[in-house]
Nanobody, 125 residues
C-alpha cells in the first residue's frame, strides 16, 4: 500500500540547519502534490511548505519563507525540506503529506490523503 516515510529530524542549535527527507512508495509520485506540515503538542497541524505535482510551483508559510526550501525528485519519489537558520519556535514534529486532487488548497491539512509518521525536530536556544 502507499506510504510516506520521513527521516532527517534531530536536535540542532539555534541558527543551525537540518534536511528532512520523505520517500514515497506504492503510489505514482508525479501525480501527487507534496507538502510538509508541523505540529506541536496541543496545537493544530500547521502548513510549512508544498510542491505542486506539476513540478513548477512551490509554496511556503510566511514563518519559514526565505529559510526553508522544498525540493522534489520524481525519479527517486522523494521530497526534501532543507531548513536553515532554525529557531526554537521551529521545534515540532514534521510530517510529509501527499495529495492527488486536481484542485487543492495546498496549505490545508484536510486536503491531503496520505501522511507519514512524522519526524521530530528540536531546536535548542
Amino acid at each position: 500500500q502507499a506510504q510516506l516515510v520521513e527521516s532527517g529530524g534531530g536536535l540542532v542549535q539555534a541558527g543551525g540547519s537540518l534536511r528532512l527527507s520523505c520517500v514515497a512508495s506504492g503510489l505514482t509520485f508525479s501525480e501527487y502534490h507534496m507538502g510538509w506540515f508541523r505540529q506541536t503538542p496541543g496545537k493544530e497541524r500547521d502548513f510549512v511548505a508544498a510542491f505542486s505535482r506539476s513540478g513548477d510551483l512551490t509554496y511556503y508559510a510566511d514563518s519559514v519563507e526565505g529559510r526553508f526550501t522544498i525540493t522534489r525528485d520524481n525519479a527517486w519519489n522523494t521530497v526534501h525540506l532543507q531548513m536553515a537558520s532554525l529557531q526554537p519556535e521551529d521545534t515540532a514534529v514534521y510530517y510529509c503529506a501527499a495529495a492527488d486532487r486536481d484542485t487543492i488548497s495546498i496549505s490545508r491539512p484536510g486536503q491531503y490523503d496520505l501522511w507519514g509518521q512524522g519526524t521530530q525536530v528540536t531546536v535548542s536556544s
